[in-house]
């Protein structure tokens, strides 16, 4: 089992780092590849296959290998040194590497709950259609894309194409 998590994770990573290392970060369509991931973690399974391991390990050196699963310091390095040409071009001061790490720690998180818990938790909100997943992932894209270029996230909200919609 902990094969097949990393084979569908080393596939992932590599997709995801070759993405995010374009010369122009803002031709990536970041809603997509949010999806894309969230794909790999929900709908083949993959997250509620890691959290199990993850649960019925009890040793250190496995909880290691856990760890490589995640490429969360490799995709935070890539995003820094993005938002750092991007803040030298405008003049701004870059946020601390600790910002971009949380952002995509933030993500990460946000991306495994999502696919292990996601359905029930909005269900119990009244977001029960079937795009209510899609939706609220793409408004996390485009709060994190907002985050991390620096923007007000209430003036991304309201730049948002679609409309509000209240469940219920």
Same mark, same amino acid.
């Given at each position: 089992?902990?094969?097949?998590?990393?084979?569908?994770?080393?596939?992932?990573?590599?997709?995801?780092?070759?993405?995010?290392?374009?010369?122009?970060?803002? /031709?990536?369509?970041?809603? #997509?590849?949010?999806?894309?991931?969230?794909?790999?973690?929900?709908?083949?399974? @993959?997250?509620?296959?890691?959290?199990?391991?993850?649960? /019925?390990?009890?040793?250190?050196?496995?909880?290691?290998?856990?760890?490589?699963?995640?490429?969360? @310091?490799?995709?935070?390095?890539?995003?820094?040194? @993005?938002?750092?040409?991007?803040?030298?071009?405008?003049?701004?001061?870059?946020? #601390?590497?600790?910002?971009?790490?949380?952002?995509?720690?933030?993500?990460?998180?946000?991306?495994?709950?999502?696919?292990?818990?996601?359905?029930?938790?909005? #269900?119990?909100?009244?977001?029960?259609?079937?795009?209510?997943?899609?939706?609220?992932?793409?408004?996390?894209?485009?709060?994190?894309?907002?985050?991390?270029?620096?923007?007000?996230?209430?003036?991304?909200?309201?730049?948002?194409?679609?409309?509000?919609?209240?469940?219920?």
């Amino acid at each position: 089992m902990r094969a097949v998590v990393e084979r569908a994770f080393g596939a992932l990573r590599t997709e995801l780092l070759n993405t995010l290392a374009v010369p122009d970060p803002s /031709a990536i369509d970041v809603p #997509a590849l949010i999806e894309r991931v969230f794909d790999t973690l929900g709908g083949h399974g @993959q997250a509620r296959l890691m959290a199990w391991l993850a649960l /019925a390990n009890d040793d250190t050196r496995g909880a290691r290998r856990e760890r490589s699963a995640f490429f969360v @310091q490799e995709t935070a390095e890539i995003v820094h040194a @993005q938002r750092e040409a991007r803040f030298a071009e405008t003049g701004r001061r870059t946020p #601390a590497f600790e910002d971009s790490l949380f952002a995509i720690l933030l993500t990460t998180l946000a991306l495994i709950g999502d696919a292990l818990l996601g359905e029930s938790a909005r #269900a119990s909100c009244g977001l029960d259609d079937p795009a209510a997943g899609r939706r609220f992932r793409t408004w996390f894209a485009e709060l994190l894309v907002a985050h991390l270029a620096g923007e007000d996230a209430a003036a991304a909200a309201k730049s948002r194409s679609s409309p509000a919609r209240r469940p219920g």
